[in-house]
Each structure stands twice: as C-alpha cells, then as structure tokens.
C-alpha cells in the first residue's frame, strides 16, 4: 500500500491532469455525445467526481455535506448498488448542470479529499482512493478518445491540439520472436496496483508460438484494403461480414480517401496517412480479417503476456483472441465496486498493453482491458502471431 501523503500527491496530479485535457475545448464542446459508447467530457468530469464522494467522502467523512443531491443520479455510471441513474444514451441531453456547475463541484470535492486525506490514513479508505485514481486515469483515455471522436464526427472536422502526437513510429524491420513451449504463469504478481480481473496468478500451457516484434503500419494495412480485403467474405467471421455489410465499412475510424489519396483525422485535424505508423481505430473483425490475409492469427493474451518483455509495445491497445474471462479463484469484491470488472466478463475481446492516450503511471504487463468487438473508437492496433 502506497503511503498517505504519496496517495493524495497522486490523487491531486490526477485530478489536475483531468482537467487540463479538457483545457483546448471550447465551452460547445464539453456536452456533445455522437454515440452511446462516447460520452460527453463534462459527464466524465462529474462521473470521476462523484466516485470520490460516493464511494469515500459519503462513508469516511461523518461531516461531509453533498454537493447536490441530483449528482448521483446525473453522474453514476452503472452502478446498480448505488441507485438510479440516467439512461447512458441520454448523457448528451444533460445541457444543465453547466460546466461551470460541473467544474465547481470538482473543486468541493478535490478539497474534501484533501481535508479528509489529512487525518484519515484508514487502510481501506486507502485501497479505494487508489482504484478511484486509477478509475479517473482510465476516464483520461476516455476523454481523449471521446474528444477525438467528437471533434472527428463534425463536418469541419477541428483540430483538438498542437500537443497530442497520436502517430510515432516504431523503426524497425519485422521479424518474428519464437517462443518455446512450456507452461507459464499468467497474472499480476507484485504489490503494486492492480485492479481485481488481473488477480488469480495461474500457470497456462502454451506450444510453440512466434510473434511479432512490432504493430502492422499503415502502410500494411493499406495493402489489405487495395487487396479487396473489405470485399473478401472469406477473410472475416460472419458476423465481422455481416459488420462490415451493414455498416459499408471500407478502412479503418477516421480514415478519408481524397483525390485517390487516404488522409485520416487525428486530434491536430486532418493529416495524410503516416504509412509507417501503427495502424489504429479497428476493431477486432479487421484485425482477425487482416491476420487471415496475412495468412496469420491475433495471439491470445497469455502468449502476449508471456512475450511481452521481448517487444516494444504501448502505443496502441492490442486485439487479442482471447474471450474477457475470469481467472482462476476469481473472487468479485464485496459491494458496489464488485461491479467494476467482473459483471463485463462476457461477449467481449481482451486487448493488451496501453496506447498513446493512456496516462502515465497506469499501464503494466498483466492489464486487461476489454471491449466488444465491433468497437474501434480506442487506439486499437494489431499484432500477429502464428
């Protein structure tokens, strides 16, 4: 456990990390919801807030005066234990409070933290402030992504920020890492934070596999798409097929095609594709089809994490084929934060590493993230194994 004072200098960067992203927005933009996935930043500044209050100030501080008694239902998430709550669809409808209420209320409760962080070193009330940061870190990526998503779905298609570089570059030639079969042990095994899905350290049996040292380009990728890849039915599940028919996909989120040319939107505006960037913005049906094509498979997350310490990885979230599932002796906590993870652990895909949007201090090797898999709104990439 990370002591007291450590925890609220983590907790007040975070907070003010939070809001800074949101600095280069303007007031219009903060209440914009395109889809149901992306909600408004003004929700994720209020959604962070109130799991503070609601799940410390309310149990810890005795004294402690709610801001507003409509915030819980206006800003919980899913949160069946706690009560009711708006619709997730309806975030985007939420034009009061306003964002200067909104911004307000962060204050109130930042500084109750602080005032309550001073006397209170209870080791409980310590372990969920630390999953309440690291929450808010998660709302991070979030919020870039969401922002992103935003900004990239208006007609003038705006640009976000000089600052934020979504596209590096690896700079290495391809070549295949070989792992030898054998068993393995799979999970997170230190003192340091994890959330509970990468709890229940197992041994797995894997064969020989070989994987990939870096991500597919775009410059890869764009082979795929000249290659009719979007048009072969043979490449994709039935239901990526029935996906990419539905929905006339034809490239990857974000990507234009101009005069013959491809460009795609990232959050400086609108650029020309970095053909030797990481391909990004697909979902898991396009990064299975483009591993069919390649005449590979995406690795299971097992093999990921057992070959991770031998490549480079953090720029992109990765697909794997691996079902979001529990561990071994998996336990869900007892109360609302049960629900965190474990109610999630079905119909979804488990990705690994991070991405370029993902805040310092919250990526390790046994992170599991998780999402279905038409979802391409994240920084998703692709790594092949075979």
Known sequence: MVSTDTLLDFFIETRKHTEAICKPLEIEDYVVQPIIDVSPPKWHLGHTTWFFEE????TYNS????????FSFVFNSYYETVGKRVVRADRGNLSRPSVKK?????????????NLLEYNNDKTLLEVL????????QHQELLLTDIKYILGNNPLLPKYSDVFKEYTTENQPLHWISINEGIYEIGHNSNDFCFDNELGRHKVYLHDYSISNRLVTNAEY???????????????HAQGWDWVQQNNVVSPL??????????????????????????????????FAYAQYRNCRLPTEFEWESAQHQFKWGQRWEWTESAYLPYPNYKKPDGALGEYNGKFMVNQKVLRGSSVATPVNHSR?????FFQTDLRWQYTGIRLAK
């Open 55 to 58: 799940f410390i100030l309310k």
């Open 63 to 70: 004294n402690y005066q709610v801001f507003d008694d409509d």
């Open 102 to 114: 909104v911004f307000e209320y962060r204050d109130y409760v930042t500084q109750a933290m602080t």
């Open 130 to 137: 630390e999953i309440g940061i690291h929450h808010e870190k």
């Open 222 to 236: 764009l082979e795929f798409i000249k290659a009719d890849g979007y048009k072969r039915f043979d490449l994709w």
């Open 254 to 287: 974000y990507w234009h095609q101009v005069d013959d040319e491809w460009y795609n939107y990232t959050l400086n505006g609108l650029t020309e594709i970095a053909l030797d960037a990481p391909v990004t913005h697909i979902s898991y049906y396009e990064a």
């Open 365 to 369: 090797p046994t992170y599991r993230n």
